[in-house]
């Protein structure tokens, strides 16, 4: 029980960032994207605020031997890079560009967002879903 | 509220705020705290284990900023496109993108970068370049957006 009222303050409060920084303007996004028209720096700062808190989190997780309720630390990553990653990356970039959503404020967007965010939330879910597939063929194309 | 401060400061005040959100969920449950995660282990099912953490996580990512809403005496203007063929286009590509690199903004960028992965870092070199890009074609080339 713990745990599940720990996630939902930690969702709470990275809505309430999400919220607080501007991210629910989808311009702000894609004004930080685009380096040749208006650049918009806002986004930086949030990025580089967000890193902050989490290079003190790893240190202490480094020191500590189990999560304060339970479980274990999740493991190093796979160091390798693999193609998925890179193709992946590529296409999460180009639809972040053409609408100015990422995963964490489309889904918060369900409290501002209006109808385009719902569409856009929508959408991204129908992609999660053809997503397993898609990767089974890229493998496939990949190992050929 | 950015009537007050520019916007560079609410953002360095919202990025910490998220930061700390994904601080949390490492320190006391032992998580990434990755969006695309969080909700693609629920779609694909892979994540059912621990789905009422992820639903609590999720559920406080809607609950809170609808609740401070009122707190703002302007509108939250998003400027979404109205054009919905784009928004469902964008949608797609970040649902299969973010699975495919198993990560997005907040995995990869917040949780990656900070922990000096390089997958985090590559994957977030990739997405921005994409990103810039996208918006280069579509809004300077194409003037769709």
């Known amino acids: 029980m713990q745990r599940v009222l720990l996630s939902a303050a930690s969702g709470g409060l990275f809505g309430a960032g999400l919220l607080v920084s501007g991210m629910t303007d989808t311009t702000k996004v894609q004004g930080w994207l685009d380096v040749f028209g208006a650049w918009d720096p806002t986004l930086a700062f949030v990025l580089g605020g967000a890193i902050l808190p989490m290079l003190v989190a790893w240190q202490i997780a480094n020191r500590r031997a189990a999560p304060a309720l339970g479980g274990t630390f999740p493991s190093r990553p796979d160091p390798r890079l693999g193609h998925n990653l890179v193709l992946g990356s590529v296409l999460f970039g180009a639809g972040w560009g053409l609408v100015g959503l990422c995963p964490g404020p489309a889904i918060a967007s369900i409290s501002w967002g209006g109808t385009g965010g719902i569409v856009f939330l929508i959408a991204m879910v129908a992609g999660m879903v053809a997503a397993p597939p898609i990767r089974a063929r890229v493998d496939r194309l990949a190992a050929a | ?145």
């Not at chain 2, 707190?71 to 286009?89: D, F, K, P, R, W």
């Not at chain 2, 495919?100 to 960028?109: E, F, I, Q, W």
């Not at chain 2, 990656?112 to 300077?140: E, K, M, P, Q």
């Open chain 2, 1 to 145: 509220m950015s009537f007050i401060q520019p916007d560079w400061i609410w953002g360095l005040v919202g990025g910490l705020m998220i930061g700390s959100a994904a601080a949390l969920f490492l320190l006391f449950n032992g998580r990434i705290m990755g969006a695309s995660g969080i909700i693609g282990g629920l779609v694909d099912r892979s994540g059912l284990h621990d789905w009422a953490e992820r639903g609590a996580f999720l559920a406080g990512l809607v609950v809170v900023p609808a609740l401070m809403l009122p707190l703002y005496s302007v509108e939250v203007s998003t400027n979404i496109t109205s054009n919905l063929a784009v928004v469902i286009a964008g949608g797609l590509l970040v649902g299969i993108g973010t699975r495919l690199a198993n990560g997005c903004t907040s995995g990869h960028g917040v949780c990656g970068i900070s922990r000096f992965s390089l997958r985090g870092i590559v994957a977030t070199v990739f997405y921005l370049l994409a990103g810039g890009l996208s918006v280069v074609l579509f809004r300077h080339l194409l003037g769709v957006i």
